[in-house]
């Protein structure tokens, strides 16, 4: 079909809110490595690689290779029979994870690792009540858009009780008006204040991403994560870090992004580039977390741990400890780093910059002081690195954010390619004042 004829049955045929990207919605046809092809046979650098999630590049060998074996053999068992990709892909987590995680439960994707997470989480501690963070992203379902906490990610009022929010933090736009060199994470501080004011006293997790996704990249300072697990140990909880966006290597230096703050989860989701663009979530946690859900009741996942995902998996992960390992990644997103401070510094319309690895995010704004989100200069943005050959993301509380985040075998020709073309993206951006 050409492109006219996808446009059109996408909008007879598939929900109306779908969320597509640019003002004409763009079709591709194929990818191959950084590179992406629409339907017009136009090509794109991939810079935020399906959301995070083609984290090897498009097309592979290894991973293509590994899943047309795998298609020849079994697509399908479910969680009922053992299957060796299963429990070797099981075996791989608990070698890359930190601290005592061990045992997994796969899923299909991020929302259902969470939900699982967080079912865990309630049956080994006996409590109900979950924490998250304001800005944060959890998923689709009842479930995960109640942990969500952003109004417009949370469809038709649906709200699981129990779930409260605590400041996120955001350190450039401090919720407490405080000086994030100074503050000492108080924001940290305000969980013990959630739960003492809007709980029972006793909860069953504190749920957060290393660093937001959907909220826009925002970036915890170094003593956040330590002050609020210990709290929420304090409280009789569990911390849930939410590795959907962060894991796999793609903050740079370490294979999981809480690894940066130093602490250890006692459970951990995963998604996304967890198998190259297949649909797969993990939820693992210790040996003795694992037992709570032992006399609990039945459960099961139809698709959980599928031969074809588990295959796709593997061969990830090999990909990523020989071609794009945790330090390629911090020394690429170094590079990638340094040069959008550089533009930072030449155009008034990026107000910070922040991320880790290959997880950068750019905030525009329309005045540096008053920090007043810019919604229209990231529209106005996108559509001028489309037209010059080049794919990013978008997010945040207030539409303001680029999400920069291209697949983890990006090399530094790759980086200087992007850059030159944000360069000239914003000087055309910012000539139109939005």
Known sequence: MNKQEILDKQKKYLWPNHLLYYTEPLPLDHGDGMYVWDVEGHKYLDFFAGILT???GHNHPKVTQAVQEQAGKLLHSSTLYPNENHVKLAEKMAQITPGKLQTSYFTNSGTEADETAVMLAKCYTGY???????HGYSGRSPLGMSLTGQASWRIGGTHILGIKHAMNPYCYRCPLKMNPETCGAACAEDVEEVIKTSTSGRIAAFLAEPIQGVGG????????FKIVVEIVHNYGGLFICDEVQTGFGRTGDKWFGIEHWQVEPDIMTMAKGIANGLPMGNTITTEA???GMVGQ??????FGGNPLSTAASLATIEVMETEATPQHIGEVGGLLRAGLEKLQEKYPLVG???????????ELVKDRQTKEPAPEAVVAVFEQTRARGLLIGKGGMYNNVLRIAPPLIATKEHVEEALNILDHAFAQVQELNL
């Open 128 to 134: 109900q009540e979950i924490i998250a963070l304001r």
């Open 54 to 56: 083609t984290s090897v």
């Open 217 to 224: 990249f925002v970036t915890p300072p170094k003593e956040y």
């Open 297 to 302: 009741g039945l459960t099961i996942s139809t």
């Open 352 to 362: 910070d910059v922040r991320g880790m690895g290959l997880m950068q995010g750019v």
């Open 289 to 291: 977390i694992a037992q």
